[in-house]
């Protein structure tokens, strides 16, 4: 039976240390930490995902500010509340929960955040600053797969690692940080041929291609790492990964569950990189 990492879990170790981190901000007479989220319109699973952000941020001691605009918002408006946000002394970390509603320029917006407040890392000046090796804030969740990584004691150095998903969000960026790792990484993706067999062969298997159950045991080599990012919502109304849980467990090493896998971890990284660029904005005043 291969081992359960449960992100919650980590995801709570480290909330309590950014706890203690807040706490003695406060102590110093420091203003506290504050993460701005920006929600457009009212699409129910954005509403449940910032209310989840808003509440992570509350339970480490940490500020937020929720600016909520109608979905009919203009995207001048939408530009002048991300450039008064980037101007504000007293934000540290600014997130635009997309997806936007179609009239709405998404890559218009990343880039507009001003780089030392994009802690979801997107902005295109932190994509380059990860390309170039330079310090930067980095995407929540290749993040937190990376400390998952971490967490299963995985050597990754010299490993081989199937990254299934090329987005900019997810398979793209966490492909790089494995390869900074040392690990030998394929990326696959939906024109990728033999992907069983080059999964089958992987020490390390990352899959965020948003099939529910997509990955079955055949894709797996006996004792692997497996990362599953997916989030796929079942008909009766439950969370289901990319990777068969129930058919992989036993062969993998160790095995991510989904929920209380990647998605807690997520979060816990949007609050370490809104501390860091509060950290690195004082540490430059
Ligand atoms: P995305 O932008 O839709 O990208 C999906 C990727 O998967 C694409 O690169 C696509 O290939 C590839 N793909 C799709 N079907 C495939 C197949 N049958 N075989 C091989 N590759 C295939 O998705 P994303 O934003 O990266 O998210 C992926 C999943 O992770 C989703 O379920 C999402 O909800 C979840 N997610 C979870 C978290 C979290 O915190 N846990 C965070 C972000 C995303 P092409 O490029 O060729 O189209």
Known sequence: MGKIIYGSELSDELREKMKEEISFIIKEGRRVPCLAVVLVGEDPASVSYVRGKEKACESIGMTSRHIALPAAVSMEELRETVA???????????????????????????????????????????IGRLYMGEDGLRPCTPLGIMELLKRMECPVDGMHAAVVGRSQLVGTPVAKLLTDANATVTVCHSHTRNMKEICREADILVAAIGKPKFFTRDYVKEGAYVIDVGINRTEDGHLVGDVDFDDVKDKAGYITPVPKGVGPMTITMLLKNTIRAYEVRHAGL
């Open 84 to 126: 008064a946000l980037n101007g504000d002394e007293s934000v540290d970390g600014i997130l635009v929960q997309f997806p936007l509603p179609d009239h709405l320029d998404q890559n218009e917006i990343i880039k507009l955040i001003d780089p030392a407040k994009d802690v979801d890392g997107l902005n295109p000046i932190n």
